[in-house]
Structures are given as structure tokens and as C-alpha cells.
DNA sequence: ATGTTCTCTATCAATTTAGTAGTCTTTAGA
DNA sequence: TCTAAAGACTACTAAATTGATAGAGAACAT
């Protein structure tokens, strides 16, 4: 697993609205608070939006919200929506896998499953309301 | 960190070599057991030669051989030759950081230097030999 | 000499990454 | 009802990375 640029701001973005959970947030607000390129934002958050994480509203005073509950949201499913597979490798991979060349190596194979057990476990139980300071 | 083919070919290349530490390996030979591109495996053990962990002789009944024991190379090193950092985002790498937008963010940061910490500490303990079947 | 084998550099097509651009649709409020 | 504000949607693009391939050269054994 390597983060994207988008992934990151994904997580600066939702982190941002969950922070503001009160409110409609606007893009040009997430924009300039993470400095995030807003048209590439924009796509981030449609992203976002699409899965089912946020909800939106056009117009003056629009702005989008969470669609559930910051606790609801783990890191495990935005990297694996913005970037796929958590495993190093994508023959250790159980969401994405696909055949690659060490796949026949078990013993090579058992320890980059090893990680991703590991990997899964700790993003899996590691939600956005976590990543909000208090 | 994700996986390249070519690290992943490095890998059978070097397991390989390891298994056949009585002779001098030939690049055809490793390609045809590992089904390794000829051309490419060139490449990738005359990386692994350059970094000073293979030796090799030309010419006829020429070939690769290991310059240190087995025991002595482990994963990690070979991942960071050929793929770079270990931690799943620049800023969270002692060995290849980089500046990144989720940075300021610690909360975040350190889930990641976690997995860094715990993908560093395996993979550096593991070596070839530890991979080889017995 | 000759064939074998490693060495070295260049090139390349496809994919991914990190955006930018422009148009359309919805909404609130004057 | 007009208008400005804001999200929705689609297309495009430049640069970097990936996964190779190509070909000429140098060293070595016989």
C-alpha cells in the first residue's frame, strides 16, 4: 500500500468536514483551510460522496456533510477506495488480489500476508472521529 | 510500500542464487526456472551486483553468485533498493521522507509510523536464507 | 578464433498520477 | 424572475513510473 496524494487529501477533507459537523462545509473552504487544489478537491469529494461517505447540497449556502457518523467511516475504507489494496503485494492481497510472480514462494508470500494482517487489522479499527483532535 | 516486478523478481532471482550457492548461476538459468524476462533479470542482477550483493564472472561457464551469505541480506534492504521507503507515505519514512499534505497532521501520521515501525522491524529481521526450504 | 556469457546504455508503450478546464445544474435570495 | 453562488460532470493533459525490449560491447574458456 502507497498513499496516493488524493488519499491524503481525502482524509484532510473528511477529517475537515467532521470537524465542522454543525455546518455545511464548502469545497473553497476545505480548499483553502488544507490547501488542497480545489478542482482536484472537487473530485475527491464527488468520490466521497458517490460511496455513500457524504452527502451535499447545490446552490448558495450549499455545502457537503457527512452522510454518517465520523465513527462509522474507518481509514481501512478510504485507502482501499482511493488507492485499493492494503498488502504490499497484490498476491497477498484478499480485496484486490491478482496473480504475481512470488505467489508461488510461500514462505516469501506468508510474510507480506503477515502485514497486511496487520496492516488491516490497525486501519480497520481506526476510524476518522479517532483522527479528530480534542 | 507496494511491490514492483521488479523487486519481486529480485526476490526469486536471489532466492535462486542462494539455492544453487555451489555454482555460478546463469542469468538464462535463473529465467527459465523463476520465468523471469531475460533482458529484465539482466538488469535487475546488475542492480543487485552494483549494491554489492551479487559477484559474477563473464564468458563461458560464467555466472552470478552471492558476495555475502544469505543470512546477511535481508527483505528490507532488497525492498528499498529497487521500491524505496517501507512506510505506506513519505512523510512517515526515516529512510526515504518526504514532505506530504497529511504531515501536519499527527494523529494520522503516527497510525502510519506504526505500520512503518512494524513493517521495518519484520522485514529486517528476515533474511534470504530465512526463505529458502529445507 | 569462436562462441558463450555478462555489461551497459538507450529506447519505448502503457499506465498511473496529479492535476486543469469548461460547461451544466441546482439553489437562495434580492 | 433574475442572478450569483455553489456543487456535478466530463474531458483533457503533462509528467512520472512501470515493465519491459534492443543492440552493441567486453571478458572468458576452450
Known amino acids: 500500500m502507497k498513499l496516493s ?72 475504507e478510504i485507502i482501499r477506495l482511493f488507492d485499493g489494496a492494503l498488502a504490499p503485494v497484490g498476491s497477498a492481497s484478499e480485496n484486490f488480489y491478482e496473480e504475481t510472480p512470488i505467489e508461488e514462494h510461500e514462505e516469501l508470500l506468508s510474510i507480506f500476508k503477515e502485514i497486511r494482517d496487520y496492516v488491516a487489522e490497525k486501519l480497520e479499527n481506526t476510524t476518522i472521529a479517532d483522527l479528530i483532535e480534542n
Do not use: W
Open 5 to 76: 496524494r488524493k488519499c491524503e487529501y481525502a482524509f484532510l477533507a473528511l477529517i475537515d468536514i467532521a470537524q465542522h459537523s454543525d455546518e455545511l462545509v464548502k469545497i473553497s473552504k476545505i480548499s483553502e483551510r488544507q490547501n488542497i487544489p480545489k478542482k482536484f478537491l472537487e473530485q475527491i469529494l464527488l468520490m466521497l460522496k458517490g460511496s455513500g461517505y457524504l452527502t451535499s447540497r447545490r446552490g448558495a449556502n450549499g455545502g457537503y456533510k457527512l452522510a454518517t457518523d465520523s465513527e462509522e467511516i474507518t481509514v481501512a
